[in-house]
């Protein structure tokens, strides 16, 4: 069993930053992927970041270069600077750990789910 539990959402204006926190216990996860996803109301739950558990990274199109995705595999941590945000960013953001060490994008390569941070960005 992993617990996950994000930190760090909150409101924001447009083009300000914020920067999310997931702290997992119970099992390490130096192993395995971990991934941000993030869901609007009335949208399906989308893919942000990855990040591998040697720290290859891959990113959503729609935040490439203004989101940055890393992880503290000692503490077990993994974070999500978040710059330039936009509306369009508001959302539940969910931290998720991977089944493999691979940094997938899909919903179903993930296992464990935090219950998300809310992150509101005003325009």
């Known amino acids: 069993q992993v617990q996950l539990v994000e930190s760090g959402g909150g409101l924001v204006q447009a083009g300000g930053s914020l920067r999310l926190s997931c702290a997992a216990s119970g099992r390490t996860f130096g192993g395995y992927a971990m991934g941000w996803f993030r869901q609007a109301p009335g949208k399906d739950r989308e893919f942000v970041a990855a990040i591998s558990w040697s720290g290859g990274s891959t990113y959503a199109d729609s935040i490439k270069g203004r989101f940055t995705i890393s992880r503290n595999n000692a503490k077990n941590t993994v974070a999500l600077q978040m710059n330039s945000l936009k509306p369009e960013d508001t959302a539940l953001y969910y931290c998720?750990?991977?089944?493999?060490?691979?940094?997938?994008?899909?919903?179903?390569?993930?296992?464990?789910w935090g219950q998300g941070t809310q992150v509101t960005v005003s325009s």
């Open positions: 998720a750990h991977g089944r493999s060490r691979w940094p997938g994008s899909a919903v179903d390569e993930y296992d464990y």
